[in-house]
């Protein structure tokens, strides 16, 4: 029975890592996020609070990006990458069966010509009182 690919250790290991990042980064998005919206509220300090908003917005999507799957994230390319795998494999053996195709072809032609050329000859020289 084969195992896939979320079933071996170093994914599951990859995995649990991943997560691990990604609930510190989140933890440290939402201390930034508290710091820049206390920053937010002096006015005088705004022009800082809003970079700080902006990093912890930036880490929060970074966290996001970490737990979600790569197929999740983006179902376009996972679509084009099968379908260029499926092209590819249909191209192959469609290649193989017209090359098996045209050397039949190729071989019953010259089975055909060899087997009629010496009727057709004598039939054409008959018609032209040639022989």
């Known amino acids: 029975m084969s195992q896939r690919c979320w079933d071996l250790p170093e994914a599951r290991l990859m995995k649990t890592?991943?997560?691990?990042?990604?609930?510190?980064l989140g933890l440290l998005s939402g201390l930034l996020a508290l710091v820049g919206l206390l920053l937010c509220v002096t006015v005088i300090l705004l022009p800082?609070?809003?970079?700080?908003l902006a990093l912890a917005r930036r880490l929060?999507?970074?966290?996001g990006r970490l737990v979600v799957p790569r197929a999740a994230r983006h179902p376009v390319e996972g679509l084009e990458d099968s379908a260029r795998r499926i092209t590819r494999s249909a191209r192959r053996s469609a290649g193989r069966s017209v090359d098996a195709t045209a050397d039949?072809?190729?071989g019953a032609s010259t089975a055909i010509s060899e087997t009629l050329r010496p009727r057709w000859t004598t039939r054409v020289r008959r018609r032209l009182h040639l022989g």
């Open 17 to 24: 890592l991943r997560w691990a990042a990604a609930s510190l």
């Open 48 to 52: 800082l609070g809003i970079p700080v």
């Open 60 to 63: 929060m999507q970074l966290a």
């Open 104 to 106: 039949a072809a190729s």
